[in-house]
């Protein structure tokens, strides 16, 4: 079985410009997570979707991040305009709604703003 | 902060020794669990203590729950050169999110 999948894997950009990332959770799961990751420290939730719907966006940038998952599978994360201290790395996770606990991570987008 | 925090930071052991890491949460749990990361790669879920059990094994892998303290522990046992990684606590709550902790980095020397 495929696990979470993302693209790209790392990405370099300058400054003010926008950027996205790609998610594509496990199929049949029905929740997924964005988290962004400093260097150095554990991940921290950015948003959280049950299928199409957004249950908590609490810790999500609103002026600059936005976020989708039209259909219920595949989700986009995007920041425009991008600053210095996004430069981070950008982990989707997914998990079964009604059954196990465990979160299934991608392998994440590390983000270089210059 | 929900925020976790595992001590140490760092560890570095030899080939065969046990490695412990604690970490201390701060509220109410439903669960907690022990992640693993490889440089550069994404978290690999390693094992789940629920609030009401109080150790749990898994292979090489012991975890205790200590809920009156908030604080756990992951014992790996026979530490093998592979076993080199950051280990992150994660604790849930009733939302259903999981707050991470700053992680322990591990070196296993051959």
């Known amino acids: 079985e495929a696990g979470v999948v993302q693209s790209p894997r790392y990405k370099i950009i300058e400054k003010k410009q926008p950027v996205a990332f790609w998610c594509n959770p496990i199929s049949g799961h029905n929740t997924l997570y964005w988290y962004r990751q400093n260097l150095g420290q554990g991940p921290e939730l950015l948003i959280r979707?049950?299928?199409?719907?957004?249950?908590?966006d609490s810790q999500l940038p609103k002026d600059r991040f936005s976020a989708e998952r039209l259909k219920g599978v595949d989700s986009t994360l995007k920041i425009q305009p991008a600053e210095l201290g996004d430069s981070a790395v950008y982990l989707c996770?997914?998990?079964?709604?009604?059954?196990?606990?465990?979160?299934?991570f991608g392998p994440g987008t590390r983000l270089t703003v210059l | 902060s929900q925020q976790g925090e595992e001590d140490p930071q760092a560890l570095s052991i030899q080939e065969g020794e046990n490695a412990t890491m604690n970490c201390s949460y701060k509220?109410?749990?439903?669960?907690l669990q022990w992640y693993r990361q490889n440089s550069g790669r994404g978290l690999v879920h390693l094992i789940l203590?629920?609030?009401?059990?109080r150790e749990k094994h898994s292979g090489r892998l012991r975890v205790t729950l200590d809920t009156s303290k908030k604080s756990s522990s992951l014992l790996i046992t026979a530490s093998r050169a592979a076993d080199t990684a950051s280990y992150f606590c994660?604790?849930?709550?009733?939302?259903?999110?999981?707050?991470f902790g700053t992680g322990t980095r591990l070196t296993v020397i051959p």
């Open positions: 994660a604790t849930e709550t009733g939302a259903n999110n999981l707050f």
């Open positions: 509220t109410s749990i439903n669960n």
């Open positions: 203590i629920r609030s009401n059990e």
């Open positions: 979707y049950e299928n199409e719907e957004a249950v908590d």
């Open positions: 996770a997914s998990r079964e709604t009604s059954g196990t606990d465990t979160q299934y």
